[in-house]
C-alpha cells in the first residue's frame, strides 16, 4: 500500500511539474514542503511512541525512510521535473538531483528484494510484489532522466565554452582556429 502511494506522489510531482513554468508559484514547491512537513512531525510523533515502548523501533526507521523518500523526492521536483531549466543548472544542484535518484532507487531495490524474499515465503502474494516492482521500475526511469539531464548539461556547457573560444579568436584576428 505504501508503495501505491509513493507511486501516486511520483506522478502526481511528475505532472503538476508539466503543469507551471513559474518556480516562485509552483504548485509543487508547496506540495513537496507540505509533504516533507508532515513527516517529518509523524518522525517525531514516532520517536516519542517508540521512547514510550508503544511502537517497535522498525515503525521509527520505516517513518525516517519515507521522511528521506520524501526529501529526495523534493529534490527531484525542484531540477528534474521542475526549475531550473538545464541551461541554467549548476554542478552541484545536478549532482544533487542525480544522488536524490540513486538513493530513491536504492530505497526501492531494498523494498522490493525484501518484498521477493516474503513471496518465496509464501506471505505475500505476486500481484502484492508487483506494485512494488513497478514503483521501482518508475524510480529507475527517474534516475536514467537524471543522468541524462546532467549529461545535457554537460554538453552545452562544452558547446557554450567551444563558442567562447571561437568568439575570442575571431576578435584576436587569428588567422587558423585549429587551436580553438
Known amino acids: 500500500m505504501k508503495s501505491l502511494y509513493f507511486c501516486f506522489l511520483s ?5 503538476v511539474a508539466a503543469w507551471g513554468a513559474d518556480a516562485s508559484a509552483h504548485p509543487v514547491n508547496a506540495l513537496t514542503a507540505t509533504l516533507v512537513q508532515r513527516a517529518q512531525d509523524e518522525v517525531i510523533r514516532i520517536q516519542a511512541l517508540v521512547a514510550d515502548g508503544t511502537l517497535p523501533k522498525a515503525t521509527l526507521d520505516e517513518a525516517k525512510a519515507k521522511l528521506a523518500d520524501i526529501q529526495d523526492q523534493e529534490i527531484l521536483a525542484e531540477t528534474l521535473y521542475g526549475e531550473p531549466h538545464v541551461e541554467n ?6 549532482q544533487a538531483m542525480l544522488a536524490a535518484a540513486q538513493r530513491r532507487v ?5 523494498i522490493v528484494e525484501e518484498r521477493q524474499k516474503l513471496l518465496e ?4 502474494a505476486r500481484s502484492e510484489v508487483a506494485a512494488f516492482q513497478e514503483e521501482l521500475d518508475s524510480r529507475r526511469r527517474a534516475l536514467e532522466l537524471a ?5 545535457l548539461m554537460q554538453e ?3 558547446m557554450a565554452e567551444t563558442e567562447q573560444r571561437l568568439a575570442h579568436a575571431a576578435q584576436a584576428g587569428v588567422a587558423s582556429v585549429k587551436n580553438v
Open 11 to 15: 506522478g502526481l510531482f511528475a505532472a
Open 89 to 94: 543548472m549548476t554542478d552541484a544542484q545536478g
Open 106 to 110: 536504492d530505497r526501492q531495490q531494498k
Open 121 to 124: 515465503s509464501g506471505i505475500l
Open 147 to 151: 543522468k541524462n539531464r546532467v549529461q
Open 156 to 158: 552545452l556547457r562544452q
